[in-house]
């Protein structure tokens, strides 16, 4: 590492050095090349393009560039652009949140190199100002990173159509050396990640860190009923002491586990946190897990609504009171324990009869052909373009115009999440509101893509099942990933 990189890294981001990995990645972006990355969250993987966008020159000796990170997760954008700003970077983000006028605003500035990072959902690619506004930029893109790179794939856990493109945009604006990253890919997943970028493997090898991690004690307990899942956390939670989070898959459930949680633990204090509660709560219960000391043990009662951007070194254990959808989901969570290096728990207490939960949620996720129609046209009528009034609305405003009932059917939040990722919809600056983006593209909707993305889903449900049955956890997950297993990495 130059002397120069060496200063940026401890005067802006004040870390005295890089992890291996860290090294050998940001060495290889250094030198103009492209890297797959795929590390836990928390173990910094976002310093790999952070880093380089700092010290790489612009492209064409008229300016100094700047790098763009495509991510599809707003909050966590917001959350990551609000972290570099207090370090006195120069990173900004362009969102469906803003009124029209900021986004003018940031255009204007984007275009005329104020920035050295910009943070942009991976729709905005389809947005001619956005694109305008990078075309004029003095020193163009200088580095391309996306984050959440498994989202390019079907055969990840969470496709978006939009990153699907990202690769013809990258040609479009020269070609910039490419970062991708990721906290769980498969080999199937990892091979479409460069496909889509048109980058063959000799071009963009991958950077994996060692998915076993020894001071995670990860168990499987089979439970029969609420009873026995009570009795797990309470003792683990009293075994392990420290904070902990008990992940649920279902909102009711999590309420009842937390009455009754209370009445057996009156001495340790339990928070909820679900995607229902409000902003402001959120944010008092986020504060409060982050701030808990060993001493206080907090007991966090979760969605998993709740986690990502989470960085917490201390948590102590992690139980899964209710199965999750996927192996990618589950080391995701479990993932979030024991960054500190020190030993923590981590269990899955596993009953047959919640299977059905996620069985329910996949057929909600993969609406049909004609559900996403029938919405997408509603809001069109309703909230379209030359529509007088408000133009926004919310998931209760599109469920009572299409169903005729205000609560009680998951089919229409899913549906208005395929159609977000569509781009037929966009968030509003209002928690909880869309407005109409552009008229749904039929070509879009196919009855047997749809099918095949549910029998994939199935089919990640009962990989999960069978973690659940492995004699030999660690190994499972080794394989099912097949990642390297040191930081050696392949690259």
């Known amino acids: 590492m130059s002397a120069s990189v060496q200063s940026i890294l401890e005067s802006r981001f004040g870390f005295p050095s890089l992890r ?63 972290a570099l700003r207090k370090k006195g970077i120069r990173a900004q983000y362009i969102n469906s949140t803003l009124s029209r006028t900021e986004r003018d605003r940031r255009y204007q500035q984007l275009a005329e190199g104020e920035f050295e990072l910009i943070y942009a959902t991976p729709e905005r690619m389809e947005k001619p100002p956005f694109v305008e506004a990078l075309d004029r930029v003095p020193g163009g893109v200088k580095l391309l990173a996306v984050d959440e790179a498994h989202c390019i794939s079907k055969w990840g856990h969470d496709l978006r159509p939009a990153y699907q493109r990202v690769g013809e945009f990258r040609r479009l604006i020269g070609s910039p050396p490419t970062v991708a990253l990721t906290a769980t890919a498969t080999l199937r997943v990892r091979e479409d990640i ?54 649920f898959a279902l ?13 057996k633990m009156p001495d340790r ?17 986020y504060d409060r897990f982050i701030d808990a000391g060993s001493d206080d043990n907090l007991l966090l009662l979760a969605t998993n609504a709740f986690g990502m951007g989470v960085d ?9 009171a209710q199965i999750p959808g996927s192996v ?30 996620q069985q ?12 996403l129609a029938q919405v997408a046209s509603t809001i069109e009528t309703r909230f379209g373009e030359n529509v007088p009034g408000d133009s926004t609305f919310t998931e209760d405003d599109i469920r009572l115009l299409v169903l005729g009932k205000g609560r009680g059917d998951g089919r ?25 983006a552009r008229p749904l593209d039929d070509r879009s909707l196919s009855a047997d893509e749809i099918d095949s993305k549910k029998q994939r889903d199935l089919t990640r449900l009962l990989d999960l099942v069978n973690l659940t049955r492995s004699e030999e956890i660690r190994a499972f997950i080794r394989d099912y990933f097949d990642l390297p297993t040191d930081e050696s990495g392949a690259g």
């Open 20 to 82: 291996p990995l860290q090294q050998r990645i940001i060495d290889r972006v250094m030198s103009s090349k492209d890297a797959l990355v795929v590390m836990p969250t928390g173990s910094g993987k976002s310093l790999c393009y952070q880093l380089p966008a700092l010290s790489l020159s612009g492209r064409d000796g008229t300016g100094p560039g700047v790098a763009l990170v495509f991510s599809p997760l707003i909050a966590l954008m917001e959350d990551q652009v609000a």
């Open 194 to 247: 460069r496909a889509t970028l048109g980058l063959p493997e000799s071009e963009m090898p991958l950077f994996a860190s060692d998915i076993d991690r020894p001071n995670l004690t990860i168990r499987v307990h089979e439970c029969w009923d609420d009873a026995d899942k009570d009795r797990r956390i309470v003792r683990t939670a009293t075994e392990m002491g420290g904070t902990g989070i008990v992940y």
């Open 251 to 263: 909102i009711k459930d999590l309420e009842r586990a937390a009455d009754r949680l209370r009445r």
């Open 269 to 285: 204090r339990i928070e909820i946190y679900h995607g229902q509660l409000d902003p402001h709560r959120k944010k008092r219960v």
């Open 312 to 320: 917490k070194p201390d948590i102590r254990f992690i139980l899964h």
């Open 328 to 357: 990618e989901a589950y080391y995701q969570e479990i993932g979030r324990a024991g960054r500190d290096g020190l030993p923590s728990r981590c269990e899955l207490l596993y009953c047959q009869d919640d299977l059905s939960i």
């Open 360 to 371: 329910n949620f996949i057929e909600w996720a993969n609406p049909s052909a004609d559900l």
């Open 412 to 436: 229409i939040g899913y549906a208005l999440t395929t159609l977000e990722k569509l781009g037929v919809i966009e968030p509003a600056p209002f928690v909880g509101h869309f407005r109409f």
